[in-house]
């Protein structure tokens, strides 16, 4: 008997070979080759009569082979199979290129079911390359609503099939139900072996309506549950209640005013770290809205309050920026401040953990140099992460336990519309920073093709005879063969423009694969205007400063979501310099050129993103890499929002009545939040 975690390589069919193929879907065992939905379906049960088949949609005809088929050649690699068939109203012309091994499966006078698209030449109906079968053999491609997979290489879609029906015969009746029964009743859900027999095939359109509705609960039910315990784990004990001081003393001490939202999210923090619960705020806010300030308010506060504060940054070079931000804001208020970095030599860092370890120092601002073993605080009491997304739950918490309960602040320039945000961070609370400091300039944005390349060109000269600077960001790192040559690589790009475009300005070159060292070196090199040009891939997305840069140009700009461009565009115009967007694409449908043009139109990132998630859905935009949330596999989180809020109250009703998930009907769904904390390991956000 076929066990759910048995490999799918004992597959009939299926075999060595193609199992590796299809590890590359996350395809393993017989439970993951279950668990992949079909992309999309397609009915071929409706049967037309020749005559009355829609043109252009695919169909299915019966009809007879009228007398045997004659293969023809074209010329060399060019071979026709040619056959007329006929029923009641008419007859067809049915054509197969280079499929002439077709021809000893069609039998003269007897009857099939052939499915395609019927085409009108004339009064003549033809039909090409349809998939066919006997009628008395019917059911297999024809008869029946088709599930079509997402392929890869060596994994045709026939071959899916057949394994999934392989898979469903021998095991899917013990696919886990992870909903509680009682559940199931009350919400009129269908259940499992139900929802996997008919997510794959169908019965009907009401079998399929009613699988995916159980299965997106499921799913939905599953993240709600394991937000709700992460939760839990945080809001269980009391934590230290700080003394609320006149922020204005703070406010008074800066080189220009606070923005109303900055205020209103230091209002907004400082009422938790008084309150006797532990903080755990998200303060979102676009590129350029002055997050680090909101930081070194309530650093400010902490510090005033007696206790030490950690500031920590995804990479060197960006706690290199905040280091010197804090240290020239925060030390003439008597504030000391140190840096931690993972370059910092044995001693230096000693030195360092010293100062904190003593209370000699007031605020560490450094990389994940600040969680190692060694790092200790003399009393810990506000922990800071910046950009969120790029640091795990057990990172950000492996920081907090350094102290005692301390108060938790992370930041993101990540916008999540407005609608989902409170959902999705489920488990923490929310400021919104939602103004520009005064003065921000807008940055100009032109989405333009291959024939603008001599002009953009010519202008990156202009701007770097100015004295300016110049990003430019390509999708990919290397070359690779499975992209058409069309799409850029950060280091061979880099390599041509140096040697047949710009030989006379310094290009640099920086990217993902390199080594954190040489990566901050190149980009150190640009910050301090060594360099005029650098090529690179998005490496550069995370908050750099570098005020000179005044041109942003996007390669392939088709192939990076709207935020990330939003994100990318947020590295330029940071100075005085007027500055500028270029958007480089072939892009050659609609729908690419519908989301380019948004990025001309708004700087808004809240709405850019809002736009990401209408036009791409979600599944990109809750991408693992943006939110280290799970990816979903089913639910589409803007289409399916009313289940969303429904399965998320009644998984918290279950953890209210049985909160460690020890009850038979829960341990299903306790397993599975495991596994996904095992899978996304340390970034379920
Ligand atoms: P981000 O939210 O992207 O991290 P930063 O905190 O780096 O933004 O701030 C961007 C720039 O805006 C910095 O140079 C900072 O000094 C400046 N800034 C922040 N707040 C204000 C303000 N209220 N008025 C003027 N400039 C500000
Ligand atoms: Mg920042």
Redesign the pocket.
Same mark, same amino acid.
Do not use: H, I
């Given at each position: 008997m076929a066990g759910l975690n048995d490999n799918i390589r004992y597959l009939k069919g299926v075999g060595e070979t193609r199992a590796k193929a299809m590890e590359k879907l996350g395809i393993h065992t017989l439970r993951d080759l279950l668990s992949y939905f079909p992309r999309a379906y397609e009915d071929r049960r409706t049967i037309c009569a020749i005559k009355d088949a829609p043109l252009d949609i695919p169909v299915c005809v019966r009809a007879m082979a009228a007398a045997p088929p004659v293969a023809s050649y074209v010329r060399k690699g060019m071979e026709l199979l040619k056959l007329r068939a006929v029923d009641d109203s008419g007859s067809l012309e049915i054509t197969w290129f280079n499929q002439a091994y077709l021809r000893s499966q069609l039998e003269t006078g007897a009857t099939y079911i052939f499915y395609g698209r019927v085409t009108e030449q004339g009064r003549r109906r033809a039909m090409a390359n349809p998939v066919f079968e006997r009628e008395d053999r019917q059911g297999v491609v024809t008869g029946r609503i088709l599930p079509i997979y997402r392929l890869t290489a060596g994994v045709p879609q026939k071959l899916m099939i057949s394994a999934m029906e392989q898979a469903l015969a021998g095991c899917g009746s013990r696919m886990p139900d992870i909903l509680p029964p009682e559940l199931c009743r009350r919400l009129k859900l269908a259940q499992a072996p139900y929802a996997y027999e008919n997510i794959h095939f169908p019965r009907d359109e009401q079998a399929l309506d009613k699988a995916r509705e159980r299965l997106v609960f499921e799913e939905l039910y599953v993240l709600g549950a394991a937000l709700a315990m992460l939760r839990e784990k945080r809001t269980g004990e009391p934590g230290r209640a700080m003394q609320a001081l006149p922020m204005d003393e703070f406010w008074a001490a800066l080189p220009? $005013? =606070? +923005?109303e939202a900055?205020r209103r999210a230091v209002r907004e923090a400082a009422a938790d770290m008084t309150s006797g619960v532990p903080m755990n705020r998200l303060l979102q %806010?676009?590129? /350029?809205? %002055?997050? +680090? !300030?909101v930081a070194a308010a309530l650093i400010w506060l902490a510090v005033k309050n007696g206790c030490q504060a950690a500031f920590m940054a995804p990479t060197e070079i960006l706690a290199e920026q905040h280091f010197a +931000?804090l240290s020239q804001l925060l030390e003439p208020m008597g504030i000391r401040v140190v840096r931690l970095t993972g370059s910092m030599t044995a001693a230096q860092k000693r030195q360092v953990n010293g100062l904190l370890s003593l209370g000699q120092a007031d605020v560490a601002v450094g990389t994940h140099a600040l969680i190692s073993g060694g790092v200790t605080f003399f009393d810990l009491g506000l922990v800071v992460t910046d950009e969120q997304h790029r640091f795990g739950v057990a990172q950000r918490g492996a920081l907090a336990e350094k102290g005692d309960k301390p108060h938790t602040l992370v930041?993101s $320039?990540t916008p999540i519309p407005r609608t989902l945000a409170l959902i999705i961070y489920g488990d923490l609370d929310v400021s919104v !920073?939602d103004e520009l =400091? =005064? %003065?921000r300039q807008k940055v100009d944005t032109f989405a333009v093709g291959e024939d603008m390349r001599p002009r953009i060109w010519r202008f990156v000269r202009r701007l770097v005879g100015e004295g300016r600077q110049v990003f430019i960001v390509c999708p990919m790192v290397e070359e690779s063969e499975e992209l058409p040559p069309t799409v850029k690589s950060a280091q061979s790009y880099a390599k041509t423009l140096q040697s047949e475009v710009f030989p006379d300005l310094r290009v640099g070159c920086v990217h993902g694969r390199m080594k954190a060292k040489e990566k901050d070196a190149v980009m150190a090199a640009f910050a301090a205007g060594e360099l005029d040009i650098l090529v690179s891939t998005t490496v550069i997305e995370v /908050?750099v400063?570098i005020p000179n840069a005044a041109l942003m140009i996007v390669e392939n700009a088709d192939r990076f979501g709207l935020s990330q461009l939003h994100q990318l565009r /947020?590295r330029v115009g940071?100075g005085q310099h007027k500055s500028y967007c270029v958007l480089f694409s072939d892009g050659e449908t609609e729908e690419a050129r519908a989301r380019l043009a948004i990025m001309t139109k708004t700087g808004d990132g809240f709405k850019i993103a809002e736009e990401d998630l209408r036009l791409r859905g979600p599944g990109d935009f809750f991408g693992s890499r943006q939110h280290g949330l799970p990816e979903m596999h089913i639910a589409d989180l803007s289409a399916d929002m009313r289940v969303l809020k429904q399965a998320q109250q009644e998984a918290q009703d279950t953890l209210a009545r049985d909160p460690s998930l020890e009850q038979p009907e829960n341990i299903p769904l306790r397993d599975r939040i495991r596994e996904l904390f095992e899978i996304n390991g340390n970034t379920l956000n």
């Open positions: 220009f $005013a =606070p +923005t900055q %806010g676009d590129v /350029g809205s %002055g997050k +680090t !300030l +931000t930041m $320039a !920073l =400091p =005064p %003065g /908050g400063d /947020g940071r």
